[in-house]
């Protein structure tokens, strides 16, 4: 435990005396008294002795209220034997017996957050205070002072049980969530809700137009979304809406550089060319004349890494009426790589609107729209199919940008005469690609007060996500593009429309001691996905890049594909005296996308939460608060993969047959898969208990839960006997997916005077996951690795080990005498992709009007299959490699963890051959790492000086991220996956056929991630 | 305002039911891809889904274009494979097959798939109720399809032994049948091909050659009850196939092959390509083109020995072979053609058009020896030398001289594998000629040597090749996948 935490009891006893002072002081105000009208003027400030503008100063029970004004005075007129109430949103209102006094000076005390936040839960709200389920809530205000693009990125080391991992550098590239470990060989991610939209990705969102963001992590929280619920957990976001009171405008904007934070050192050309010799057993590789060792020395990697911009904008108005508020939004955002010719913009609109109409009526809605424009570099390829990070390490630096004029093909982008692959440069320039995205997500909704206190809600959602990908491969600057032959051009479009209508009735009613509220409602939901892909090659010249250009090898195809659910479901929340609280929710679930004999599932939860401290018999211990004590049982599940669509039936394929040779006929004939009527979703049966408490008066806040997690019906695609021609099937195979875990948030309060407030949170998660019950190990993923570009199956899922489980043979070192790589006998199991915990450190620091943030998060017991590697120390092949191999084995005696190079290209050294062929251990590396994500130090401006220009704050801010690292991987960075988020869950991947079992760990020439440093502002006006 | 409440109260409860009453909000069938379940209508549908029938011929691993070649002539006296495969392709030169080859699991699976195209159209087929599907017209799509089944499980028999009989694309959630024994399934093969024989005309439906006839279908039977040792029946519908007007020998042998030669007279069935909706890209891997794929199913010594003991240099000889060096080393079996890796060898010709030729699975000279060969055996050896000099003349060799029942035998088994290299019968005429004592295939088979006269010596680490390979094992992850599988003897 980081030893920050010890001061906390010195100063927290003498904070307890100043409160003790402040309250004496207050009684003894309250003492005079008298009785008639009088003028009642006084500042407000708050607990840190900041003035309060725009308190509402009322007198009680009367209409008559006035606000306090910029310097936070008021004036009133009131009775002198009356009482002023003083409420203020984030403050506990106070209420001031006025006594005849003309002078009322008050201070506001921040509402305890703990107590009284709401947290958005599925189809309502609920008093944290109030919570039986496992939900963490995170804070979203620093968003506007760090360089963050997209909302995942905003958990990153700030949730307990979540674990945010960036998959790739590239601008624009998806984040993955990982909610309580991965709760299904199909895929990882959680279901995301939007202002009740139920949606696949949140990439609509601007992370400046979030309010709040709540992740259900227990079936109990998440049961209420049922067969979408997923056994991953909901994200559930509020964007921002308006507020009562004049117009507020706030305005963000940073701009920065970003650059790589470390480079891989590989062999200059004599190095290169020592190693070549040795690779062909003491004969140097001929190397035609054009070529000059002596004087190109490209470094590949400083030629394609740059200081990259990145700048954003973003400005939201808010306001309202006692009847209506609005709020408006508008951001922009460019992000260049650190590749060159890589880059990533955003505009982005929101509107949001609510209005009382009457006393029965309120309606309302939500619009966020985005458009996006990205360029892409290829990665995660082997350099020979064209991946721009590797072809940067393992390209020769002999090797010109372009080959010269003696050479065959003068001009076009250089290559080498011994291998197939093209230069890093050429990857990124022998083509132009830009994909284009319009994304929006918007609801409505109408809120009517019926009779017997009963509140009727009415919600309708759309989302709409289209995507536009153009690809032009010059016919004519590229060996690629001249062997096509001559460009190729590919035009990808996708277009996901979902609707869905939300009806619910809402029923809350305190009775005496026992507090009820009823949720039942109705959902029905329906998404069309259309496909198209055209491509086309022979293009007679550089200038037009679109298919009309195409004269050879056109491919025409588009696809529309349709599913649906409809939804019934119920929550009561039962709480009695404040003390014992009951949560119990049901929901059916009716879709298309499980078989037709399995169309209906029930989730039921429940939970149950005890305040401890609410009881008589804790009335005398002071040292813990709301001590909560919570556990929950439930059930959520997990649709069918994107890629079965449609599982009940088989499929049939057009073909066609061309009878008397020439007569050519169209025809169906049955595809290898067959329909699976009794397809199910994959269920979770998900258990939680948990605490929640405060000491030395809530100073430290402290939340832990145990949880279990099975997941049963794991969906996989299951190749059936010869005797119907191998057909496959989507089934639901035995077998348990299990996650089980611990994590705790530690929230301290550590400083709070009035210049100096420090705090900070902990949170820590242990998860582990294992596999029982399979009749038989599962094919992992299929990963392409190695510079032949074969097909490798780095993991396996078999009993008693967890997903992404490692798979191969072990390296046992090298033999001094022969100088090859010694191996196992059998494959084993070489050790997890899993994490075994994960933690965040945030620290907040305040100093007068400075302010410092830091956050720290790291991983610890996780492996990575640094595929990257099997590349460039792969001591064969006439490409570059790392400076790793300088300390390879060259002579019997040589004691080195790099194996020799002697011969290896004839293809004899069969030690070689096998680590080159094989997934082995020689290339997994440990994953962790401890890193301190961001710094952000800030200056707010004096207030009283701002109010003279009319700006009510000024903050300017330096911001870092990703500044330093420890970790002992070997390759760009250890937050990566180069196979990322799985493909089951995105519309785009619609009835391709078989779903793809997640690969997790696998680094294969990825797109690094940037060290950022940006400064910027946030102004209100 | 009560009014009003009670309404909206009424509204609310109507609004909240709505959303979930039409059941079929929830039943989706795919819009971009056509299923089982709204397929199979119309007359249309019917002749599509034979279409995908008949496509299934040239689709899966390939087994009519490219690994029925090794099994049969490949692995035979004929050819040297010279794949690049040394788990899957070398064995079959060598016989020495495990059940661990995927090539072999590969194409069992690959010929129920081609049977499963067929059953789909036999399950469905019958219950189209269009009137402009006409009686006979859906009698000949079935006829057709049972054609196609027949000919799939002619192989799998015949290369594999007993072997499951599934009939229908409705499993049921069976997907695990036992194996039926050989009779049972020569007994469904004949109705099948009785039934195409009795609904199917004597030319293809709508004249589009590459269909299933009564000639393909009676060819067919012919072979069968050859395979099963009833020459009577045999001879019965070979003699059909002769006599029934429809086909006629091609007056000069070289011009049998090759894509200008498709459908030609002589054809009985043979499975179409035109390059866009079939594809015959198993021929790329016989003839000898300079793409780097060490070519299969060189011509043998035996082979060659064979064509120059009957004389036979004219134009059979030179369709059947392209004397070329080879650009890489041949590597199965080593030095089968000597030692020196420059001089040239026999690679097969007979498929010159890359992409187009097609597959002639059978063809009259096929028959009229068959004929020749049951004549013989029947005792009728005027007519059996009849025949043989038939196809001897045309091929330019001077009529046979032998005699004997026996050395007719030898003749004809010699003539067939002259007529027929690559045309995938050796194997099958080997396994008849053994049972019926003409000659001991193990004895054959352990025999072959190399140019050089050194025993090839096949079978199992060189000992000699058994009778257990014969067969073909079932596939290790086939026996895993369903436990009512039984192996084959000696594996």
């Known amino acids: 435990m980081p030893p920050a935490f010890q001061p906390i009891f010195k100063l927290s006893t003498k904070s307890m005396k100043k409160k003790l002072t402040l309250i004496v002081v207050m009684l003894l105000t309250g003492c005079a008294f008298a009785f008639a009208q009088t003028t009642v003027s006084g500042t407000v400030k708050d607990d840190q002795g900041g003035t309060l503008p725009g308190v509402t100063v009322t007198v009680k029970g009367t209409t008559n209220a006035v606000s306090t004004d910029v310097n936070g005075k008021y004036s009133i007129s009131a009775p002198g034997n009356g009482t002023l109430v003083f409420s203020f949103i984030g403050f506990n209102t106070q209420e001031q017996p006025i006594n005849n006094q003309s002078t009322i000076n008050v201070s506001l005390v921040a509402a305890n957050k703990q107590l009284n936040e709401v947290v958005v839960i599925g189809y309502g709200t609920q008093k944290k205070s109030d919570l039986t389920s496992a939900i963490s809530t995170v804070s979203v205000k620093d968003v506007a002072n760090r360089p963050i693009v997209s909302p995942e990125e905003a958990l990153i080391g700030k949730a307990p049980g979540v674990q945010v991992t960036v998959p790739s550098g590239q601008p624009g590239a998806d984040l993955s969530i990982r909610v309580r470990g991965v709760g299904s060989p199909n895929g990882g991610e959680p279901l995301y809700v939007v202002d009740g939209v139920l949606t696949n990705d949140i990439k609509t969102l601007d992370p400046n137009s979030i309010e709040s963001i709540s992740i259900l992590k227990d079936a109990s929280a998440a049961g209420i979304y049922g067969a979408a619920g997923s056994t991953n957990g909901v994200v559930m976001i509020t964007t921002k809406q308006g507020t009562k009171g004049k117009a507020k405008i706030d305005a963000n904007f940073y701009t920065g550089t970003q650059q790589i934070s470390k480079k891989i050192p590989v062999l200059n050309n004599q190095q290169w060319l020592a190693l070549q010799t040795e690779i062909g057993g003491g004969t140097a590789p001929d190397l035609p004349s054009y070529y000059n060792l002596g004087a190109t020395n490209n470094n590949w990697q400083d030629i394609i890494y740059h200081s990259a911009m990145q700048t954003s904008a973003n400005v939201g108005v808010s306001g309202g009426s006692e009847t209506g508020t609005y709020y408006f939004g508008l951001g922009y955002l460019n992000q260049d790589g650190i590749i060159e010719g890589s880059n990533f913009d955003r505009y982005s609109a929101k509107f949001s609107v609510s209005q009382k109409a009457n006393s029965w009526l309120t309606f309302g809605g939500n619009i966020n729209f985005n458009r996006t424009n990205s360029r892409t570099v290829p990665q995660n390829a082997s350099a020979a199919h064209g991946g721009t990070i590797l072809a940067a390490l393992v390209t020769p630096e002999y090797i010109p940008v372009q080959m010269p004029a003696n050479a065959p093909n003068p001009g076009v982008y250089g290559t080498s005469n011994l291998y197939s692959g093209e230069n890093p440069v050429s990857d990124i320039y022998n083509n132009t690609n830009n994909t284009i995205g319009n994304n929006l997500l918007g609801d409505a909704y109408a809120e009517i007060n019926l009779p017997f206190g009963i509140k009727y809600r009415s919600q309708l959602n759309l989302t709409n996500e289209n995507s536009n990908y153009q690809l032009f491969i010059d016919p004519y600057k590229s060996l690629v593009g001249l062997s096509e032959p001559n460009g190729y051009a590919d035009q990808n479009y996708s277009e996901t429309t979902r609707w869905a209508w939300d009806n619910t009735l809402t029923y809350d009613k305190t009775f005496g001691l026992s507090k009820l509220n009823v949720v039942v409602g109705t959902s029905a939901l329906d998404e069309k996905i259309f496909l198209s892909d055209q491509n086309g090659k022979g293009f007679g010249s550089s200038d037009i890049t679109t298919l009309n250009a195409a004269t050879a090898s056109k491919n025409v195809n588009s696809s529309n594909y349709e599913w649906s659910t409809n939804s019934y479901f119920g929550r009561a929340t039962y709480s009695y005296n404040d003390k014992y609280l009951l949560t119990a929710t049901l929901r059916a679930d009716g879709t298309s996308r499980v078989g037709v004999n399995n169309r209906w599932g029930t989730f039921p939860a429940v939970s149950a939460g005890w305040k401890v401290s609410n009881e008589d018999f804790m009335k005398n211990v002071n040292w813990i608060q709301d001590l909560k004590i919570r556990a929950s049982w439930g059930r959520t599940g997990n649709l069918p993969p994107y890629s079965y669509l449609y599982p009940s039936y088989t499929q049939l394929s057009p073909v066609g047959y061309p009878y008397n040779t020439s007569n050519a006929a169209n025809g169906y004939a049955l595809t290898s898969q067959i329909g699976n009527p009794y397809l199910k979703w994959e269920s979770a049966n998900s258990s939680n208990v948990g605490f929640d408490a405060g000491f030395l008066d809530r100073r430290i806040v402290v939340s832990a839960d145990y949880y279990y997690k099975k997941v049963t019906n794991m969906i996989f695609t299951q190749t059936l006997t010869g005797t119907t021609g191998s057909k496959t099937i989507a089934s639901n195979l035995p077998g348990n997916d299990i996650n089980k875990g611990f994590e705790f948030s530690i929230d301290g309060s550590i400083v709070r005077e009035k210049d100096i407030t420090w705090d900070m949170n902990l949170n820590m998660s242990f998860n582990s996951n294992v596999f029982t019950g399979l009749s038989a190990p599962q094919p992992s993923a299929q990963v392409s690795l190695g510079g032949s570009g074969a097909g490798f199956n780095v993991e396996t899922i078999q009993n008693g080990y967890s997903l992404g489980t490692f798979y191969g043979y072990k390296a046992l070192g090298v033999d001094p005498a022969t100088g090859n790589e010694l191996f196992s006998a059998n494959e084993t199991t070489l050790g997890s992709a899993l994490p075994k915990f994960t933690y965040g450190i945030a620290e907040n620091l305040r100093y007068k009007a400075f302010s410092l943030s830091l956050l720290f998060d790291g991983v610890y017991g996780n492996k990575i299959y640094d595929a990257t590697r099997q590349e460039t120390d792969r001591l064969n092949g006439a490409t570059n490699e790392s400076t790793a191999v300088l300390s390879r084995w060259e002579k019997p005696g040589d004691i080195t963890s790099v194996p020799s190079a002697i011969g290896n290209g004839s293809g004899n050294n069969t030690s070689n051959n096998f680590l080159n062929s094989n997934p082995t251990s020689y290339y997994i590396e440990s994953g962790s790492f401890f890193r301190l994500r961001s710094a952000s130090l800030g200056y707010n401006f004096d207030p009283n000086l701002l109010k003279q220009i009319g700006v009510e704050r000024l903050r300017v801010f330096v911001t870092g991220q990703n500044l330093f690292m420890i970790t002992k991987y070997k390759g760009y960075t250890p937050d990566v996956n180069s196979f990322g988020n799985g493909t089951n869950n995105k519309s785009v991947n619609a009835g391709d056929g078989a779903p793809t079992i997640l690969s997790l760990g696998v680094d294969d020439g990825t797109y690094p991630a940037a060290r950022v440093y940006t400064i910027g502002v946030n102004v209100t006006f | ?491």
């Open chain 2, 1 to 491: 305002m009560r009014n009003i409440k009670i309404f909206l109260t009424c509204a609310t409860v109507v609004a909240l039911g709505l959303s979930a009453c039409k059941k079929s909000f929830i039943d989706k069938v795919p819009k971009s891809n056509l299923v089982t379940k709204n397929f199979y209508k119309t007359a249309q549908d019917a002749e599509s889904a034979l279409t995908g029938a008949y496509n299934y011929l040239t689709q899966g691993y390939g087994f009519y274009q490219y690994d029925n070649h090794l099994f049969t002539d490949g692995r035979s006296d004929n050819c040297y494979i010279n794949g690049d495969d040394n788990v899957n392709e070398w064995p079959l030169e060598t016989l020495s097959y495990i059940p661990g080859n995927t090539k072999l699991s590969g194409e069992w699976a690959t010929l129920y798939a081609m049977i499963s195209q067929a059953n789909s159209v036999l399950d469905n087929v019958p219950n189209i109720a269009d009137p402009a599907l006409t009686a006979t017209r859906k009698a000949q799509i079935l006829a057709e399809a049972r054609f196609l089944r027949a000919l799939n499980y002619y192989w799998l028999v015949t290369e594999w032994g007993p072997t499951p009989l599934v009939l229908t694309t409705n499993y049921n959630g069976n997907y695990t049948p036992k194996r039926a024994a050989v009779a049972d399934v020569y007994a469904q093969i004949i109705a099948d091909l009785q039934f195409a024989d009795a609904n199917l005309l004597p030319t293809p439906a709508n004249g589009e050659k590459g269909r299933a006839t009564q000639g393909a279908a009676d060819a067919l039977l012919a072979k069968v009850y050859a395979q099963m040792g009833d020459y009577t029946n045999c001879l019965t519908y070979c003699n059909k196939v002769i006599s029934g007007g429809q086909y006629s020998l091609v007056a000069n042998y070289a011009n049998l092959f090759g894509a200008a030669n498709n459908n030609n007279s002589e054809s009985i069935f043979e499975i179409e390509f035109d390059g866009t909706n079939t594809y015959n890209w198993g021929n790329g891997l016989f003839v000898q083109y300079t793409d780097g794929w060490p070519k299969r199913n060189i011509g043998s010594y035996d082979l060659i020995q064979a064509f120059k003991a009957e004389g036979d240099s004219g134009p059979r000889y030179q369709t059947t072979f392209q004397w070329q060096a080879p650009p890489a080393t041949i590597t199965m079996p080593a030095n089968a053609w000597g030692t020196d890796a420059t001089k040239p060898v026999p690679y097969c010709a007979k498929y010159l058009d890359f992409g187009t030729d097609d597959i002639v699975v059978m063809r009259l000279a096929d028959i009229i020896l068959l004929a020749a060969e049951a004549n013989n055996q029947l005792g009728n050896l005027a007519a059996a030398t009849t025949e043989l000099n038939q196809i001897r003349t045309r091929a330019g060799v001077a009529n046979t001289t032998a005699v004997t029942k026996s050395d007719l035998a030898l003749a004809i088994l010699n003539e067939r594998r002259l007529e027929l290299v690559n045309e995938c019968w050796r194997w099958n005429d080997l396994l008849r000629a053994n049972a019926n004592g003409t000659i001991n295939i193990l004895t054959l088979m352990n025999s072959q040597h190399d140019a050089t006269g050194k025993l090839l010596q096949y079978g199992v680490n060189g000992a000699g090749v058994d009778a257990n390979h014969l067969l073909f094992p079932i596939g290790t992850n086939e026996l895993q996948l369903n436990p009512n599988l039984t192996q084959n003897p000696g594996y």
